[in-house]
């Protein structure tokens, strides 16, 4: 099942916000952030907040039924409007990710995105994605996204080997994900992404290799490369510790790092974030660097987290449980978190370090200068950047950056 939510305090029954959260809103960036958490099967390494039909039967009744999610969903977009008041920022960015998103009707999606072009606004410059199953869109589907104000869409692409496909437990046929993307650049899709996953047990050199060759053949604009990380209570978990298929250990992550790098980089797609690649800045997501450069979000569904100005809060996990609370009239957050300028700051180095921009020495304690001053006699940060009073990984440095994180915050 899906990991704990976070301890905290709770939640106003109105979804309030304490008035410091407000102050300058006007100066950030504001994006909204839609979980739709429903999938067709369960992905055995996925640990997010989803649930199969079989998995909700007779735990939520029809209010956690799909057919009704996106009128649910569109309750929280307006309680947004209310707890923000009369917040003047139009949203700049969207991302409705899950679960499988395209398991609803696009017609959903595109009517939640209209709520929060009711409430809000949109920039004119907004950018607004979707994630979708490679299985569950065809042409006319992605026609109707694109026409309803969808710009750019991610597909889990993972793997072009059907035998690490199947590892996974991911359903989508070998060349389907490409497809795609060719069916989405018909639709006028500005910006796509694949979304890959590497360190699968039993996938080799070669197999990593076939499947960034398969990714850039389709020409999208974005690649996200993802290690894969086994997460206690998953399905993968349980195999691997039973014996069924061997750990991946970390030395083969990093050879599969490099040789992302390395095919990514051949062909034009520069490294922005330590597992994100684009062919320009206009390509990369502007949604995650939302979130990487601590602006302010509002997430929407059940298990979302949200951040403004500094207040961080998470609904409740379970579809039926986040129906109801919406249903009553009450916020369905679980708990929240205020943090301190300390949290903020330390929150900074983790998040901008993982940026090419990196993260500004500024931000660091004389421990944390110390740290740095080391990092870049070893080769972790760059020399020039470091000059100009920024820490920025180097490619060795990327491939330890939870180290130079940790050692950095001091």
Known sequence: MPSALPDGEPVPHDGALPAHALAGAAERPLGFYLHVPYCATRCGYCDFNTYTATELRGTGGVLASRDNYAQTLIEEIRLSRKVLGDDPREVCTVFVGGGTPTLLDAADLV?????????????????????????????????????????????????????????????????????????????????????????????????????????????????????????????????????EIPMTDDDVHADRYLIADEVLGSAGYDWYEVSNWATSESGRCLHNELYWRGADWWGAGPGAHSHVGGVRWWNVKHPGAYAAALAEGRSPGAG???????????????????????????????????????????????????????????????????????????
């Open 111 to 243: 009517r939640m995105l209209g709520a929060i072009r009711e409430e809000f606004g949109l920039a004119d410059d907004a950018e607004v994605t979707t994630e979708a199953n490679p299985e569950s869109v065809d042409p006319a589907y992605l026609e109707t996204l694109r026409e309803g104000g969808f710009n750019r869409i991610s597909f889990g692409m993972q793997s072009a080997r059907p035998h690490v496909l199947k590892i996974l437990d991911r359903t989508h046929t070998p060349g389907r994900p490409e497809a795609c993307v060719a069916e989405a650049r018909a639709a006028g899709f500005e910006h796509v992404n694949l979304d890959l996953i590497y360190g699968t047990p039993g996938e080799s050199d070669d197999d990593w290799r076939a499947s960034l060759d398969a990714a850039l053949g389709a020409r999208p604009d974005h690649v996200s490369a993802y290690a894969l990380i086994v997460e206690e209570g998953t399905q993968l978990a349980r195999r691997i510790r039973r014996g």
């Open 336 to 410: 929240r978190e205020l943090l301190s300028a300390e949290d903020r700051r330390v929150e900074r180095i983790l998040l901008e370090l993982r940026l090419r921009e990196g993260a500004p020495l500024s931000l660091l304690r004389e421990e944390g200068l110390a740290a740095a001053r080391r990092a870049l006699t070893d080769g972790l940060l760059e020399k020039g950047p470091y000059e100009e009073g920024r820490a920025v990984l180097t490619l060795r440095g990327r491939l330890l950056a939870d180290a130079v994180v940790r050692d950095l915050v001091d």
